[in-house]
């Protein structure tokens, strides 16, 4: 079911992964109006940022450490697209691990036939690995729509730093003792659950994660790509669920690799600055904020100083 040598050799038409080419580089920089520079921050989130269907919230991987597996290339590629998305995961500020024995949250699988591939994970796992889904939805999310496709299944945990003892209100309404501070899985038919301190009114913060990715890759539609290109594009997939994969905005991002109409200039090549700055932003946001306009504007504001915006130094 995964891709043949020869066939996993056809990305980027390399017997090895090769080294990143050195380009000169000329930068003009220039004064935006301010409000331009909002304008355009906000919808790049609102593009690459889906938020959590039970709770409304952003999210990224805030459990880690991240920890990808890549199959179905050859060893050398394999381990080049791992290793790229433990680098970029690292440099953005996620939770990494050096010990080599962290438990896999993130499955990228190369494959000249992702319909079998989704549907027989979908089997063996009853639909969880589809991520949070109502049934009728569960045909949509078998259908491959992208050379390069991700499915996340998130959960939802409670602010550690708040209180060691909590009371947990389940759906029956029922009051438990609950000091679990493990993520509750997202589920359709159950509301999100929520905790409050005992003798207190006020729930305590939550934070919307990503618990686990599976990203599929059709070898046939990426005989074109190099893999370089192709690892970052998975490195994006990996670190945030984006809302859309078909919207081109006014700020580059490698997720515009795959859009045939998207750029006059040339595709990106790599992760750009604008992807760099997002993500991390979104790794050092305050996600637990009360509302979703104060999580959006920690992104936000994250985002443009790391872009350079002057008004934020």
Known sequence: MMATSAGAQSVGAQTSPAPRKQTETVIVTGRKPAQDIDSVVSQFIDVHAARNRKTGQYMRDDVGPVCPVTLGLPPDFDDFVTGRVVAVAASVGAKTDATGKCKTNIEILFTDRPDAVIKSLDERTHGAILGMHFVHERPSLLEITHPIQGWYITGTRYDENSVDHVTSYGNNGTAQDADDRTPVLDNAYRNAPERVPLGSNIPMRRVSTILNVLIVA???????????????????????????????????????????????????????????????????????????????????????ENLGDPRQR
């Open 218 to 304: 059709d070898i046939k539609k990426l005989a074109e790509q190099e893999i370089g290109p192709v690892s970052d594009y998975i490195a994006m997939l990996a670190l945030s669920q984006p809302r859309s994969l078909d919207d081109c905005d006014k700020l580059p991002s490698i997720l515009d690799l795959m859009l045939p109409d998207c750029r006059d200039s040339a595709k990106p090549g790599a992760l750009t600055p604008s992807d760099i700055a997002y993500l991390k932003a979104l790794y050092a946001a305050d996600l637990g904020a009360t509302t979703i306009s104060v999580q959006k504007t920690s992104i936000a504001r994250g985002m443009k």
